[in-house]
C-alpha cells in the first residue's frame, strides 16, 4: 500500500542519507530542469557504428589498433533481456530481492524491496535520488 511504500522509502533515505531532511530531498527542482534548455544541447563528435553494417575486420582497422574511441549501436537488439527485463517484469518476478540502495552512517548497507524500489523509481522527483549498486559485483572473493 502507499502508506508502507512512503515509510519504507523515506526510512531508507533517513539511513542512506542522514544530512538530508524528509523535507528536502527535492528542495531544488533539479528533476524539474530542463536541461538541454538550461545547459545547451549535448553534442559529441564520436562516430557511430552500427554492429551489422561493419565487419569485424575493417573495426579492428579502424578502431582497436588506433585506439579511436566509437559508440557501437545495435548490440542489444536481440539481447532477450533488453525486452523483458522491465520494472514490472522483474518487480513481479523478484518482489522480496533486497537491494542495496546506501549505506547507513555507521557503513552498514541500507537495503529496499525490489517492489519499493521500482515503486520508489517511478515516481521519484528527488534531487539525489537513492540508486542501486552493487559494491561486490564482479568481485571474485579474493
Not at 552500427?50 to 582497436?64: A, G, N, R, S, T
Request: glycine share 4%; charged share 35%.
Amino acid at each position: 500500500d502507499s502508506d508502507d511504500l512512503e515509510e519504507r522509502v523515506n526510512r531508507a533515505k533517513t539511513l542512506a542519507r542522514s544530512e538530508i531532511k524528509a523535507h528536502q530531498w527535492d528542495r531544488y527542482n533539479f528533476s524539474k530542469l530542463n536541461l538541454d534548455k538550461e545547459l545547451g544541447p549535448f553534442g559529441d563528435d564520436l562516430m557511430r557504428v552500427h554492429c551489422d553494417q561493419m565487419p569485424l575486420e575493417q573495426f579492428v582497422q579502424d578502431f582497436e589498433i588506433p585506439c579511436r574511441p566509437c559508440i557501437i549501436q545495435g548490440l542489444l537488439k536481440s539481447w532477450p533481456a533488453s525486452s523483458s527485463w522491465s520494472f514490472a517484469h522483474l518487480a513481479e518476478r523478484f518482489p522480496d530481492a533486497r537491494l542495496k540502495c546506501g549505506e547507513d552512517d555507521d557503513g552498514y548497507k541500507v537495503k529496499l524491496r525490489l517492489e519499493y524500489f521500482v515503486e520508489y523509481a517511478r515516481r521519484q522527483q528527488d534531487d539525489s535520488p537513492l540508486y542501486v549498486f552493487d559494491a561486490d559485483f564482479g568481485d571474485d572473493g579474493k
